[in-house]
């Protein structure tokens, strides 16, 4: 039934292409220009060899439908016979070699500038996760700042299978929110480090004119430089997993003023957050709080109602884990678990979130166990 | 030449056996193109499903028909079914097919080995695919294996790589089998140099199986070993290096990409010919150009990489490789237009496959040329503009030739002439509707739309409604393919053994059909 409702869904689809497609775009057709200087010449040279490319399949297709045209035998054509030509074997060698040498000039100008990592202002360091990305400043005015940004929960609602939303609420930005966004000041040279915690991801904000691998043991390293305050978004590049499509990437460039007023604000809460950590929390608040943080960073593995997708994703719901020592359970959560899918959570969670997350897995989907506290998971660390 | 016909009375044994036996024990080199072609057009279709829901998910924005892990099992699959099971059996159908009949020999020089190379791959192909129904689904993590996503699949991984190793030996076989007979068992008087494109093609594609399927080899065996045996060559966590699974990879793989493509060149470099009925320009320039798109191949495997994070004289030296590609492939596209050029064309399907041919994957050449750009390719790496790229080569590319090359010699295999109508009304709707299927994925790439996801922003949906509609009528048109094949094999007008006009070469002198056993006696080659 469900089966027959999708097939009539699509059916729909198709005659109503062209009703939801108004706020679409058929005027995307090319690279974007960017915002940073790194974005405006990797644009340029685009173009360059775009044009190289129409120029050479103007002369190549021009000969060969010139050729289609006249050389019929439909029209009394008589074959020639001659099939060699030193002079134009040579010609066509060498004159694509001209043209490949002097697009190789540009490309390896921009191509320096865009490796130069040194004298940034400032570092950020970027971990994949499978599927968040993870944001650490490490050092500037920001240092200490650190957070994890996930698809919207609006969005990540709207993106399940037959969820039936009206995608259009979100314009243009479907897929494209974030929890956390990335924040950057502008004017500022702005170094990336980038690794991951399991997978391969690869960074990738279009407007920043490059994206960059995120790979599990490496660090790699990029940077950018945007002028103008704005909000730049894109999505991970490299096929990561089940939820591959669903990780994206939101940069807010904010003017140095007010970026300072919003790493004031990250500061408050991490301090807040520090000193929640101490004190003893009630069930009740660790069971609300745990049923957001499992939303936000189990339940695309291990399900919603917890009971995963065995046997990659396994239940938790009924876990021997889950339902047993705490010691265990909060060791597999922040270490993760050699081999598969389960990641280490120690640089991923605080204390509170972590804390949360393990009473709600203890005592949600059936299962009943003893209540963790932030300190427990502090003194697991 | 000599009689080609060789049905002595006293040589009983000689036919082919009767019923299904005559297909499983078969050591004729015609059975053996058969079953491979055969295998090759199902192939193509199981993949071409796969296809299907790719672009009926990404039909409309939302999830509609599949989950995102079935979908990246799709596309996975996909590429591995048409890549492994649909392009290169093909072509190695066609080689068993032709190679002998071009140089005038009587069969391939190792017919068990023959036998065993092609029945190898219904097995592997059946572990493949029967990974969809083990716990934890089909492979998933892209053709390209990476780990250590790829070491995240379920039950079916040692499955998977068990299939990719037996299509492997399946290829190594049946390269050595090409080489052993083209430098063997050519007939008195065939020259190196004077044998037919294909051959050559075939010959340099045979040496770029042998040495590159065993490195595929490796790369799966320690993948293998990671999964199981506790060894970490890709873990960084046990000293490993994930990005050195990609270089090996990519050291089989783009000359995989070659291997995919230089058969097709001798193809068109047989049929352009034909018909402008004026014999090929620059031959041993072809020759050459083959040889140097061949060695390039082994050194050009990062611009698969660029995004690693590669140290900065790496991504130069790989850039100005990749860029250099550009010259003997321009010097092979050149000397087709001139093999055209003051020629008496006329344009019958096969010549119509061919045209297509040149015009699309040169098309596929310039996306390959602006990828080629290291810092551009920062921006279209992993996008769709990568997707339109390589499906201009290998769809317009690859497959259009094993079309061209199916009506240009399914005369001469069956003795029919196929229905010329129905011919050409198969490639002007695959034509059309192969470029409204590609051509908007390099606006939707450029856009920002990365590969290989199952769900996008609202502001992509135009160029997926368009380039889904073209997927389903090209997917659609291609059964015209096959009923054309069926009705060629069931009977038509007779073809004559020339068949064509201006064709040329040892095999236009046989019957046709050729009867089982040819070049019996070696025909003279002046």
């Known amino acids: 039934m469900r089966k027959l409702r999708e097939l009539a869904g699509l059916a729909s689809a198709f005659l109503g292409a062209t009703v939801t497609t108004a706020q679409a775009d058929y005027g995307l057709l090319n690279m974007r220009v960017g915002v940073t200087e790194t974005s405006k010449s990797v644009y340029e040279l685009h173009m360059i060899i775009f044009w190289v490319c129409c120029a050479i399949g103007v002369v190549v297709f021009g000969a060969m439908i010139w050729s289609m045209i006249h050389h019929r035998k439909s029209k009394g054509a008589v074959a020639a016979q001659f099939h060699e030509s030193t002079t134009m074997e040579i010609l066509w060698t060498v004159v694509p070699i001209v043209i490949l040498v002097s697009m190789a000039i540009p490309a390896t100008t921009t191509l320096l500038a865009m490796e130069d990592t040194s004298n940034a202002d400032m570092t950020i360091k970027v971990t994949g996760l499978q599927w968040k990305w993870k944001y650490d400043y490490v050092d500037g005015e920001a240092a200490g700042v650190s957070f994890v940004s996930s698809l919207h929960p609006k969005h990540n609602e709207a993106r399940l299978l037959g969820a039936d939303v009206d995608l259009s609420q979100f314009g243009d930005q479907y897929l494209l929110d974030v929890d956390n966004p990335l924040v950057i000041p502008t004017g500022q040279k702005v170094r990336f480090l980038l690794t991951a915690a399991d997978v391969i991801h690869a960074w990738w904000v279009p407007d920043l004119g490059w994206k960059k691998d995120a790979i599990p043991g490496f660090v790699n390293e990029a940077w950018t430089k945007v002028d103008e305050p704005g909000v730049y978004r894109g999505q991970c590049a490299e096929l990561c997993g089940k939820d591959h499509g669903f990780m994206p990437i939101v940069v807010i460039a904010k003017a140095p003023e007010d970026y300072a007023k919003w790493v004031s604000e990250q500061q408050a809460s991490i301090a807040a957050a520090n000193a929640s950590a101490d004190r003893e929390w009630t069930m009740d608040e660790l069971m609300a709080k745990g049923e957001q943080v499992y939303t936000t960073s189990c339940a695309a593995c291990h399900q919603a109602n917890g009971q995963g997708l065995p046997p990659t994703f396994p239940a938790i719901a009924g876990s021997a884990i889950a339902t047993g020592e705490p010691d265990a359970h909060i060791g597999l959560v922040l270490n993760g678990k050699a081999g598969t899918a389960m990641a280490a959570y120690r640089d991923v969670l605080n204390d509170v979130d972590l804390a949360a997350v393990l009473t709600y897995q203890r005592n949600a989907f059936g299962n009943s166990a003893s209540a963790i506290q932030p300190a427990a998971v502090k003194a697991a660390r | ?526």
Do not use: C
């Open chain 2, 1 to 526: 030449m000599s009689t080609a016909t060789a049905t002595h009375d006293d040589h009983h044994d000689h036919g082919p056996a009767k019923g299904l036996m005559r297909w499983v024990t078969t050591t004729n080199h015609k059975d053996i193109g058969t079953l491979y072609l055969l295998f090759a057009l199902v192939m193509f279709f199981v993949g071409g499903a796969m296809a299907m829901v790719i672009r009926a998910e990404l039909f409309q924005p939302g999830l509609q028909v599949v989950d995102p892990q079935f979908f990246n099992s799709m596309t996975t699959v996909h590429a591995l079914v048409m890549i492994f099971g649909a392009v290169m059996p093909a072509f190695t159908g066609l080689a068993n097919w032709l190679i002998p009949m071009m140089i005038g020999a009587p069969d391939m020089a190792l017919p068990r080995m023959n036998n065993f190379s092609f029945w190898i791959l219904p097995f592997a192909f059946s572990l493949l695919l029967s990974t969809f129904f083990m716990a934890g689904g089909g492979p998933a993590a892209g053709w390209t294996l990476y780990p250590p996503l790829s070491l995240q699949m379920g039950d079916g991984f040692p499955f998977m790589i068990f299939a990719i190793h037996l299509a492997g030996i399946s290829s190594i076989m049946g390269s050595i089998n090409i080489v052993v007979t083209i430098l063997n068992m050519r007939a008195p008087g065939m020259t190196l140099m004077k044998m037919p494109l294909f051959v050559w093609t075939w010959l340099i594609t045979a040496y770029l199986l042998i040495a590159t399927m065993p490195v595929l080899a490796g790369a799966v065996t320690m993948l293998l070993t990671d999964k199981f045996a506790g060894t970490s060559f890709f873990s960084a966590a046990g000293g490993g290096d994930p990005v050195m699974y990609q270089h090996i990879f990519w050291f089989f793989g783009h000359p995989e990409v070659y291997i995919l493509i230089l058969p097709a060149f001798g193809i068109i470099s047989a049929i352009v010919p034909t018909f402008a009925r004026k014999p090929l320009f620059g031959y041993s320039s072809m020759v050459y150009a083959t040889a140097s798109i061949a060695f390039l191949s082994f050194i050009v495997w990062a611009h698969h990489m660029f995004t690693v994070g590669m140290p900065v004289v790496g991504e130069l030296f790989f850039m100005y490789a990749t860029m250099m590609i550009a010259v003997p492939t321009g010097v092979k596209v050149f000397n087709w237009v001139s093999t055209m050029w003051k020629g008496a064309m006329t344009f019958e399907t096969p010549m119509l496959f061919a045209v297509g041919f040149i015009m699309m994957f040169t098309i596929g050449g310039f996306s390959g040329l602006m990828l080629a750009i290291a810092p551009a390719d920062f921006q279209y790496h992993d996008t769709y503009f990568v997707v339109a790229h390589f499906h201009y080569v290998l769809v317009t590319g690859a497959i259009y030739s094993i079309m061209a090359a199916t009506y240009y010699w399914l005369p001469k295999w069956t003795g029919n002439m196929y229905d010329e109508k129905l011919g050409k009304l198969h490639f002007w709707i695959s034509t059309v509707s192969v470029n409204v299927l590609f051509f908007p994925q390099h606006f939707l790439g450029l856009a920002g739309m990365p590969r290989r996801i199952p769900d996008y922003s609202v502001q992509f949906t135009d160029w997926n409604v368009v380039s889904s509609i073209g997927g389903f009528v090209f997917g659609v048109s291609q059964l015209m393919f096959v009923w054309i094949i069926v009705k060629a094999i069931r009977g038509g007008e007779k073809a004559s053994d020339q068949v064509w006009e201006g064709a040329d070469g040892l095999e236009w002198t046989l019957p046709s059909p050729p009867p089982y056993h040819t070049f019996t006696e070696a025909p003279q080659v002046k």
